[in-house]
Nanobody, 123 residues
Framework: QVQLVESGGGLVQAGGSLRLSCAASGRTFSSYAMAWFRQAPEKEREIVGVIGWTGRTTYYADSVKGRFTISKDNNNKNTVFLQMNSLKPEDTAVYSC???????????????WGQGTQVTVSS
């Protein structure tokens, strides 16, 4: 059974940092693109960033560029991180990781999803 499990969410003050983890199991995801999406209350889901299967290519939404970093665990290719710095109240959302056969900003391209982790940034 394929599973993606996020962890690391929580409550943080504006300007603070959090690191989210996404652990994949059930199959090998080393050749999969991994992405982070987020959804705030009463808003549509939006792309946060993508990392290609090699780990060498990344994409970030303009709203997080320069503040967030996606990376793959060098020792465990089935784990992806989202380092979030300089957090803002508008970053408050449920963050979900996803795995797909190719890099894309389109959520429909991702076949596997985690359950999400809540990130709340207080002002």
């Amino acid at each position: 059974q394929v599973q993606l499990v996020e962890s690391g969410g929580g409550l943080v003050q504006a300007g603070g940092s959090l690191r989210l983890s996404c652990a994949a199991s059930g199959r090998t995801f080393s050749s999969y693109a991994m992405a982070w999406f987020r959804q705030a209350p009463e808003k549509e889901r939006e792309i946060v960033g993508v990392i290609g299967w090699t780990g060498r290519t990344t994409y970030y939404a303009d709203s997080v560029k320069g503040r967030f970093t996606i990376s793959k665990d060098n020792n465990n290719k089935n784990t992806v991180f989202l380092q979030m710095n300089s957090l803002k109240p508008e970053d408050t959302a449920v963050y979900s990781c996803a795995a797909g056969s190719r890099s894309s900003v389109d959520a429909q391209e991702y076949a596997y999803w985690g359950q999400g982790t809540q990130v709340t940034v207080s002002s």
